[in-house]
């Protein structure tokens, strides 16, 4: 089995709770709106990291990081982007899980072949019970499950 740790929208804030829940992933992924380096700095110290460039992301390392990434875990495609887009990306459509952010919301989604995670925000909530979060994607063979996770 891996297990891969989900965070959006630090904005620059990583609770030492979400280093806790995150010991022991097999990676990481971070969905945009960073906040600095040293968040990425205290993610990578837990497991590898593949992040992405969010709206607020306009200055210093986090500027140059892409737009979207894939990495695959065990056989299983991941996407990340921050900000879904209107249209669709065949990169997009090709992955058995999308990971993405913004909204702030977290959200799962099980389509026919895929599932859309928004892990929500770890810094600034927006949903309605206020509360912010993060996601852990566990693989088993073919098996993919996701978990919100409070923090």
């Known amino acids: ?3 891969v740790g989900l965070i959006s929208d630090t904005h620059g804030h990583l609770d030492d709770s979400i280093l806790d829940l995150f010991e022991g992933v097999d990676a990481i992924v971070h969905a945009g709106d960073i906040g600095g380096e040293d968040i ?6 837990l497991a590898p990291v593949t992040a992405v460039r969010g709206n607020a992301d306009h200055s210093g390392p986090t500027w140059s990081l892409p737009e979207s990434a894939s990495l695959t875990v065990g056989s299983t495609r991941i996407y990340v982007i921050h900000n879904l887009p209107a249209g669709s990306l ?6 058995d899980v999308l990971v993405f952010g913004h909204t702030h919301k977290p959200q799962v989604i099980h389509g026919e072949r895929q599932i859309q995670v928004n892990p929500g925000s770890a810094s600034r909530p927006r949903a309605a019970d ?5 996601a852990l994607l566990e693989i088993d063979l073919d098996r993919v499950s996701v978990h919100i996770e409070t923090i």
């Not at 990425?40 to 110290?45: E, N, P, S, T």
């Open 130 to 134: 206020g509360l912010r979060t993060v």
């Open 90 to 95: 065949p990169a997009l459509d090709e992955a």
């Open 1 to 3: 089995m891996h297990a």
């Open 40 to 45: 990425l700095y205290a993610l990578q110290a």
